[in-house]
């Protein structure tokens, strides 16, 4: 196939593979025996090492298990705002901000955040992000922290404990098999918006991505920006899979990238145009992630 060998890679882990190995430019090794990694040192060849993550240790899964219980129990806690003031949104918005602050506080979690002031810049808005981790419930909350509701997928409303404090914070469910219903749900969502003054977050991408590879987007977030008048404002995750990967229960400490784009005007938006719109704004975020 006229390959050029001299630019091509190759990955290995068995010493069977060394003839290929010194015959292309870019080998790597990974995870080597003795004898192989003495001879990657020789070569100077770069090593790869990666480790399981091991069983969780019993203050791991303490840990983790108080971080559920507490969503409700904050939650509980800003119950007297709403009913010593009739202001059910401040009770949302101290439960919601409290729960973040003690679950990225005991998972470990700390965060680099670029255009941190672009979450502020304009609201309301619909916060779109890449979808990684069970852990985005939390990094999401941390950084909108009020004002703001979210839309999931109907099977959350049946989990315990979240998916009724998920219904406590006017959260939207939609089925995404019926795609009528899913349309007559977001009607409420719009109205959120307008009346309420709330932002949506939701991920476009609709369900969890395996690694940190940017799934498709759908477009269900772009049509409620573009109805309700407001802005896109995209939220790029790097490395949340750092902390909760996909098939995993229980969270590791980690620092927690993000970039913060700034504010996508949707007044020009159309039906006729969406596509090009939600490709463009895809687009950024390949950009932001290394993908292109």
Known sequence: HKADLDISFISTDSEDDLPLSKAVGNPRIVNPSKTLAQIATDEEWPVCNFRDRGRPKLTEIAKMGSV??????????ALPIWALTGNKRSAVNTGMSLWADYASALTGLKYDIEGEDHLWERRPAVFIFNHQSAADTVIIAKLLRRDFTGIGKQEIKKMPIVGQMMQFADVVFIDRANAKDAIEAMKPVVKAIQEDGLSVTLAPEGTRSYG???GPFKKGAFHIAMQAGVPIIPIVIHNAADTLPRGRQIA???????TVLPPIDTENWT???MNAQVKGVRQQFLDVLGQT
């Open 68 to 77: 559920y219980y507490m969503m409700p129990a904050a939650m509980t806690m």
């Open 212 to 214: 940190n590879t940017l």
């Open 252 to 258: 590791k400490a980690a620092e927690i990238k993000v």
């Open 271 to 273: 039906v006729k145009n």
